[in-house]
Every structure is written in C-alpha cells, then in structure tokens.
Nanobody, 119 residues
Framework: VQLQASGGGLVQAGGSLRLSCAASGRTFSSYAMGWFRQAPGKEREFVAAISWSGGSTYYADSVKGRFTISRDNAKNTVYLQMNSLKPEDTAVYYC?????????????WGKGTQVTVSS
C-alpha cells in the first residue's frame, strides 16, 4: 500500500488543522492506520491509530482530547483532526499502515507533511 499525507501548514496556537492520508490499493480497508510525528532533534513518536473497521481508536496521552483520528474506507483515506494546537505539536507528521495497530511502528509509511504551530 502506498500512502500520501497532506494538509499540513502553519497555524497559530489554539488553531486547528486536518491532515489527510490517501492510500492506494484495494486492500486499504484491511489495514489499521496510524499517525506518527517527528520534531527536530527528537525521535519519532506515536500520535494516534485506528483499527481497520474504524471501531477502535488509540491516542498518545499528549494529544488525547485534542486530536481525532477517523477513516473513510470508501475513499481509502484516513484523517487526523487536530484542535487546540500547541507549539509542541510542531513536527513532521507521517501516516502509516499495518495489518494490526502497532504504536511502536508500522509496516508501510508515507512521506510526511509539516505542521508548524506558532506561539
């Protein structure tokens, strides 16, 4: 499966952004999907994940209550709605796919999209 993330940009603290990740291939609906991020000088970290059906979602404590992951299997797309953004959310965001939800890393990765939150 090939993944392409989009929707990043520059936003002020307290603002919102919605990231999208379009997947190619007819087996999208069989994959769990996740979002990860990497800030300059830091290791990549898990942000959120969603099961193949969309019935289960998982979040890092740092984004819980502010970010929402969702998916549309008919459109082969997964979304990350980010509200109440903070400067510490600044990072390159990557979407990923795996047969199972795996916060430690997934099998397939897309190119990242930059999110910058100004104070």
């Amino acid at each position: 499966v090939q993944l392409q993330a989009s929707g990043g940009g520059l936003v002020q603290a307290g603002g919102s952004l919605r990231l999208s990740c379009a997947a190619s291939g007819r087996t999208f609906s069989s994959y769990a999907m996740g979002w990860f991020r990497q800030a300059p000088g830091k290791e990549r970290e898990f942000v959120a994940a969603i099961s193949w059906s969309g019935g289960s979602t998982y979040y890092a404590d740092s984004v819980k209550g502010r970010f929402t992951i969702s998916r549309d299997n008919a459109k082969n797309t997964v979304y990350l709605q980010m509200n109440s953004l903070k400067p510490e959310d600044t990072a390159v965001y990557y979407c990923a796919a795996d047969p199972i939800v795996n916060p430690d890393g997934m099998d397939y990765w897309g190119k990242g999209t930059q999110v910058t939150v100004s104070s």
